[in-house]
């Protein structure tokens, strides 16, 4: 997983966050109050014009068609399963590949909980120093766990952190599967599978057609190349069909699998706002049953 090329994609993702907060409140899909500071300088100042927020939004529209209703979409639904989780009792959350998320700082009720935040070392340092300058300290329910997926597991890296498997626990993994090898998948899906039962994961995926060219999506020719000359090429996918059998293996039941079209249904509809979302990537929901 090439480091500084998914460092720019977590980047893009909490711009976008950002950019959303812009929004109308009544059509405001989230409230993140942290990414502003997050993001860190000049990013910060420069999303406060107006012209540059529509700058920064075409220029995302041009890679992919509908990627920033993608991004603000797959947020809208990991919040809520986040605080569902919560709410039934969960007392442990684990964001892996956890990039510029900020949900450790900003959802009710989730200062009560252990967080872990596990990814490569260099962005969380950074993350680190800002989160310092936002609150005048870290958050003390939050852990670091430094990692590279493709060399390390999760069983090494936790071992050494107060998680405790035996308990349950809901795993975040947003926009991280697409840059991995399927063995570091199988990896971290075996691990998760094995923690107590009750426990989550929710992730994003995108679709193997798409990995393998095969889709007649529009525009995602042109944005294969782009992610591939960012040094962050898409490389791991699966197919809606397949999912609940690929799942199986792991001890996890599929709950839910949602995309472009649910998102029009749940969030975009009641509210009246036009908003395109890239077809080719999913959020699945699934549970340990063993």
Same mark, same amino acid.
């Given at each position: 997983?090439?480091?500084?090329?998914? #460092?720019?994609?977590?980047? %893009? @993702?909490?711009? $976008? *966050?950002?950019?959303?907060?812009?929004?109308?409140?009544? =059509?405001? +899909?989230?409230?993140?109050?942290?990414?502003?500071?997050?993001?860190?300088?000049?990013?910060?100042?420069?999303?406060?014009?107006?012209?540059?927020?529509?700058?920064?939004?075409?220029?995302?529209?041009?890679? #992919?068609?509908?990627?920033? %209703? @993608?991004?603000? $979409? *797959?947020?809208?639904?990991?919040?809520?399963?986040?605080? =569902?989780? +919560?709410?039934?009792?969960?007392?442990?959350?684990?964001?892996?590949?956890?990039?510029?998320?900020?949900?450790?700082?900003?959802?009710?009720?989730?200062?009560?909980?252990?967080?872990?935040?596990?990814?490569?070392?260099?962005?969380?340092?950074?993350?680190?120093?800002?989160?310092?300058?936002?609150?005048?300290?870290?958050?003390?329910?939050?852990?670091?766990?430094?990692?590279?997926?493709?060399?390390?597991?999760?069983?090494?890296?936790?071992?050494?952190?107060?998680?405790?498997?035996?308990?349950?626990?809901?795993?975040?993994?947003?926009?991280?599967?697409?840059?991995?090898?399927?063995?570091?998948?199988?990896?971290?899906?075996?691990?998760?599978?094995?923690?107590?039962?009750?426990?989550?994961?929710?992730?994003?995926?995108?679709?193997?057609?798409?990995?393998?060219?095969?889709?007649?999506?529009?525009?995602?020719?042109?944005?294969?190349?782009?992610?591939?000359?960012?040094?962050?090429?898409?490389?791991?996918?699966?197919?809606?069909?397949?999912?609940?059998?690929?799942?199986?293996?792991?001890?996890?039941?599929?709950?839910?699998?949602?995309?472009?079209?649910?998102?029009?249904?749940?969030?975009?509809?009641?509210?009246?706002?036009?908003?395109?979302?890239?077809?080719?990537?999913?959020?699945?929901?699934?549970?340990?049953?063993?």
């Amino acid at each position: 997983m090439a480091e500084k090329g998914v #460092g720019n994609t977590a980047l %893009g @993702a909490a711009i $976008c *966050r950002l950019i959303e907060q812009y929004q109308p409140q009544e =059509t405001r +899909l989230f409230e993140d109050p942290v990414v502003k500071d997050v993001v860190g300088m000049p990013m910060q100042v420069m999303m406060r014009a107006a012209w540059m927020r529509n700058f920064t939004l075409q220029k995302t529209e041009a890679a #992919g068609k509908g990627i920033y %209703g @993608a991004q603000v $979409c *797959r947020t809208r639904f990991i919040d809520e399963a986040v605080q =569902t989780a +919560l709410a039934k009792g969960i007392g442990q959350v684990v964001i892996l590949g956890a990039g510029l998320d900020t949900r450790p700082y900003r959802l009710p009720g989730i200062e009560k909980a252990k967080v872990f935040e596990v990814d490569l070392p260099a962005a969380q340092e950074s993350k680190k120093k800002n989160l310092q300058k936002h609150f005048g300290r870290l958050p003390e329910h939050v852990t670091f766990v430094p990692i590279d997926f493709d060399t390390q597991t999760l069983e090494t890296v936790l071992g050494g952190t107060v998680f405790d498997p035996a308990k349950p626990a809901v795993f975040l993994w947003e926009g991280v599967t697409q840059y991995l090898s399927e063995k570091s998948v199988h990896q971290t899906l075996s691990f998760v599978g094995s923690c107590a039962p009750g426990s989550i994961i929710v992730f994003t995926y995108v679709l193997k057609s798409v990995i393998e060219h095969r889709s007649d999506i529009p525009g995602v020719e042109k944005m294969l190349e782009r992610v591939a000359k960012s040094n962050a090429a898409w490389t791991f996918g699966l197919e809606p069909s397949d999912l609940k059998a690929y799942l199986q293996p792991f001890h996890l039941g599929l709950v839910a699998d949602v995309g472009s079209t649910d998102y029009q249904e749940m969030y975009l509809q009641p509210i009246k706002r036009e908003l395109a979302v890239f077809e080719g990537e999913r959020v699945a929901q699934a549970v340990v049953t063993r």
